[in-house]
């Protein structure tokens, strides 16, 4: 069975749509929506640097990676939350196309760790990942420690700045979305398991568990 642990499995192209969409926790038919009306906007098969050498590129769109997996669900978090789908998914790029360093909110006089994280990884334990959204295609990861003694956002991620005066960010907790993606998908690769993966199957699903 495929090990999504690796690096070298995160773009191989493995998941129906169904599967993504349950993993997005949204409807299938909502998901499909999404990529037929906005299309190139998401950039879903585009990492920035050899599109067509990876997992849904060459008409391979019918299946998707694990990155672009955990890409949709991010995204799908965001909108819930009332960003548009356009500014979602490029938001969602600074987690899955785009690798970080990131120093954490201390106190005074406590040493500041440099943290790095891998495209479409997480911040190493102790801390937490959050996904930031501005506004408009503004976003970014930050780590968090969870350790006492340390503050939970840096003061800029918190309050909105500038003018005209903007909507307060929109943070989402990447380690929960992370987790659940990455569930939802080895469980596809154990057919054992869950042996349903038709749409009206994950639209119950959804619609008894979902949000």
């Given at each position: 069975?495929?090990?999504?642990?690796?690096?070298?499995?995160?773009?191989?192209?493995?998941?129906?749509?169904?599967?993504?969409?349950?993993?997005?926790?949204?409807?299938?038919?909502?998901?499909?929506?999404?990529?037929?009306?906005?299309?190139?906007?998401?950039?879903?098969?585009?990492?920035?640097?050899?599109?067509?050498?990876?997992?849904?590129?060459?008409?391979?769109?019918?299946?998707?990676?694990?990155?672009?997996?955990?890409?949709?669900?991010?995204?799908a978090?965001?909108?819930a939350?009332?960003?548009?789908?356009?500014?979602?998914?490029?938001?969602?790029?600074?987690?899955?196309?785009?690798?970080?360093?990131?120093?954490?909110?201390?106190?005074?006089?406590?040493?500041?760790?440099?943290?790095?994280?891998?495209?479409?990884?997480?911040?190493?334990?102790?801390?937490?990942?959050?996904?930031?959204?501005?506004?408009?295609?503004?976003?970014?990861?930050?780590?968090?420690?969870?350790?006492?003694?340390?503050?939970?956002?840096?003061?800029?991620?918190?309050?909105?700045?500038?003018?005209?005066?903007?909507?307060a960010?929109?943070?989402?907790?990447?380690?929960?979305i992370?987790?659940?993606?990455?569930?939802?998908?080895?469980?596809?690769?154990?057919?054992?398991?869950?042996?349903?993966?038709?749409?009206?199957?994950?639209?119950?699903?959804?619609?008894?568990?979902?949000?």
């Amino acid at each position: 069975m495929t090990d999504l642990t690796k690096l070298e499995n995160w773009d191989t192209p493995l998941f129906p749509l169904v599967v993504v969409a349950q993993a997005a926790l949204v409807a299938p038919a909502t998901l499909r929506q999404w990529i037929v009306r906005y299309g190139d906007d998401l950039r879903l098969w585009d990492d920035g640097k050899t599109s067509n050498d990876k997992a849904e590129g060459n008409g391979l769109a019918h299946r998707f990676s694990l990155r672009t997996a955990l890409h949709i669900a991010a995204a799908a978090r965001l909108i819930a939350k009332g960003v548009t789908v356009k500014d979602a998914y490029t938001a969602a790029i600074n987690w899955v196309h785009i690798g970080a360093f990131d120093r954490p909110a201390v106190w005074a006089n406590e040493p500041a760790p440099e943290l790095v994280r891998e495209p479409a990884g997480l911040f190493a334990d102790p801390a937490w990942t959050f996904l930031i959204h501005s506004h408009g295609a503004e976003a970014r990861v930050v780590s968090v420690n969870r350790q006492a003694g340390t503050l939970p956002f840096e003061f800029s991620d918190l309050f909105a700045t500038g003018y005209p005066v903007r909507a307060a960010p929109t943070i989402v907790f990447l380690n929960n979305i992370d987790h659940y993606v990455r569930g939802v998908c080895q469980g596809f690769l154990r057919p054992v398991d869950h042996p349903a993966w038709d749409e009206a199957s994950v639209e119950k699903m959804l619609g008894e568990d979902g949000e």
